[in-house]
């Protein structure tokens, strides 16, 4: 069964500090990754998701990830986060067509001044 | 905003009791997903359905099920709760695109079973 693993539970870093947060799947086929932000008390925001292609993906205020099939990594980064930028993020994996997503437990970012 | 929303934004159930949740779809997204997200945990996928259809359905028991309505309507009903079905409920529309299809989720509602 197809998992999606989140390194890290929290990720605390200062504003205008560069930040990496690590996704790491398993998956024997051919996967569809995606990376979702979870404001407090809010629903699921897509950042940016990675179908095929290049494998550096850019997003939504300034956030990218990288696919790695060999590591079967999808981390996602940011150069130089904000203030606001303090949510929940969520890595997950669809296969194939119009299926299920799997989740990762997510990772707490807090971005402090 | 993604054009997503759902209906009742938090309730509160007893045990054994039934519960009716409501999401509405964008215009013209023909599939809908419902997730369980509980507390700390990432959302696990309850089912989908598409063109009024179960299309796919994740570990959960027959006590939860849905319907799908020509509206872009859905809901997620689940009979006899127990205190484990607290948790965030999220539905998510899309479009079917055979491939990688962005879903978009609504706010969610907040179920608390005491």
């Known amino acids: 069964a197809q998992s999606v693993t989140q390194l890290d539970s929290q990720v605390p870093v200062f504003e205008e500090a560069p930040v990496e947060l690590r996704c790491n799947y398993s998956?024997?086929?051919?996967?569809?990754l995606f990376w979702y932000v979870q404001y407090p008390n809010q629903g699921l925001q897509l950042l940016l998701k990675?179908?095929?292609?290049?494998?550096l993906v850019k997003g939504i205020n300034g956030f990218e990830a990288e696919f790695n099939k060999s590591q079967t990594s999808f981390h996602l980064r940011k150069p130089s986060v904000h203030i606001s930028d303090t949510a929940e993020y969520f890595c997950?994996?669809?296969?194939?067509?119009?299926?299920?997503?799997?989740f990762g437990k997510g990772t707490k970012l807090t971005v402090n001044p | 905003e993604t054009g997503v929303t759902q209906s009742p934004t938090h309730l509160i159930k007893t045990r054994g009791q039934q519960v009716t949740l409501r999401c509405s779809s964008q215009s013209g997204h023909n599939t809908v997903s419902w997730y369980q997200q509980a507390l700390g945990q990432g959302p696990q996928f309850i089912f989908q359905y598409y063109r009024e259809e179960e299309n796919g359905r994740g570990n959960f028991p027959p006590r939860f099920s849905g319907l799908q309505f020509p509206n872009y309507s859905s809901e997620l009903n689940v009979n006899a709760l127990e205190l484990d079905d607290s948790a965030l409920y999220l539905c998510?529309?899309?479009?079917?695109?055979?491939?990688?299809?962005?879903?978009?989720f609504g706010p969610g509602t907040r179920l608390l079973v005491l």
């Open positions: 990675y179908l095929s292609g290049s494998t």
């Open positions: 997950a994996a669809g296969q194939g067509g119009s299926e299920k997503l799997v």
């Open positions: 998510a529309s899309s479009v079917r695109q055979g491939a990688g299809e962005t879903q978009y």
């Open positions: 998956s024997s086929v051919s996967v569809y």
